[in-house]
């Protein structure tokens, strides 16, 4: 995105260090993953749109589709990666060869629309997955939880309305990307949270709002868009979560997920912002899914 940007490469360098650090690595199964394929991403993005980011993307220098969001000569090939990573984990969970996945992808998803570039993301990754669990295996109720600090407007946009999924959004507020709870469709479950809020906030809106909604849609498959930046450390936002909120809510995920769909989970990164506390956030949430923190 540019030398000074927050959404850069290390992001993925220092989550692999942490994991190499704790002694996970050598217990995790990595998979390689193709590029997802156009028919793939216009399950949930317009045909008109791809053909603008394939014929925008450059073969030199960058070119803005936001302020904040730019394309370089290899970003195109990332963003099909991010999309095919969670396609693939997907396929992996599925077929039950994996319970549960990980997809440690830049650039992050949720702000992408069905036809707009926004937030840095460009495909929405989560979306992506999701359209391929009720295309492609045949799943009927799929649910997203994201608990990054920004809301998912991308996925909101794509799936609102859709009875096959079911949506919830914890998320500081009023902040970027500026939704609106009160015109939000029935299956999109809003919970906004004050600037300045501890994870205390976070946890009264999963057991008051998501658990209920999961337990009433009964989903087959969960998939999480695991944005870390509500971390207190993180430059970008102001909430005040900490490693052991992150632990604690993906361990009410793992949980249901074991009790509803056979522990079927996958998990893809979308924002963390200060390396370290995105490291080590990012580790205890695949120590968690993996049955191994306490
Ligand atoms: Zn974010």
Redesign the pocket.
């Known amino acids: 995105m540019g030398q000074y940007h927050p959404e850069s490469p290390a992001r993925i360098r220092v989550i692999e260090d942490q994991l190499i650090a704790q002694r996970l690595a050598d217990f995790l199964h990595k998979a390689d993953v193709p590029a997802a394929t156009v028919q793939q991403l216009a399950r949930v993005h317009q045909q008109r749109y791809i053909d603008e980011i394939f014929e925008m993307a450059p073969r030199q220098g960058s070119v803005h589709l936001d302020p904040d969001t730019s394309m370089n000569p290899h970003s195109l090939d990332a963003a099909l990666h991010a999309a095919g990573a969670v396609i693939k984990a997907v396929d992996l969970v599925l077929s039950g060869e994996v319970r549960n996945a990980f997809c440690a992808v830049r650039p992050p998803g949720h702000h992408a629309e069905r036809a707009r570039a926004t937030g840095f993301c460009f495909f929405n990754n989560v979306a992506v997955g999701a359209a391929h669990a009720l295309a492609r295996h045949g799943l009927e109720r799929v649910a997203i939880l994201d608990f990054?600090?920004?809301h998912g407007n991308g996925t909101e946009d794509i799936f609102a309305r859709n009875s096959s999924v079911l949506y919830c959004s914890a998320y500081q507020y009023p902040f970027y990307p500026f939704p609106e709870p009160a015109l939000a469709a029935p299956n999109v479950i809003h919970c906004p949270l004050q600037a300045g809020s501890d994870g205390t906030a976070l946890r009264q809106a999963v057991n008051d709002a998501w658990l209920p909604a999961l337990r009433d849609f009964q989903p087959q498959l969960l998939l999480l868009s695991a944005?870390f930046?509500g971390h207190r450390l993180d430059p970008l936002a102001d909430l005040n979560w900490s490693e052991d909120d992150f632990q604690w809510v993906t361990a009410q995920l793992v949980s249901h997920a074991d009790e509803q769909c056979d522990g079927r989970i996958v998990s893809t990164l979308?924002?963390g912002y200060d390396l370290n506390a995105l490291a080590r956030s990012a580790c205890i949430h695949v120590k968690t899914l993996m049955g191994l923190s306490q």
């Open positions: 990054d600090v920004h944005g930046d979308e924002g």
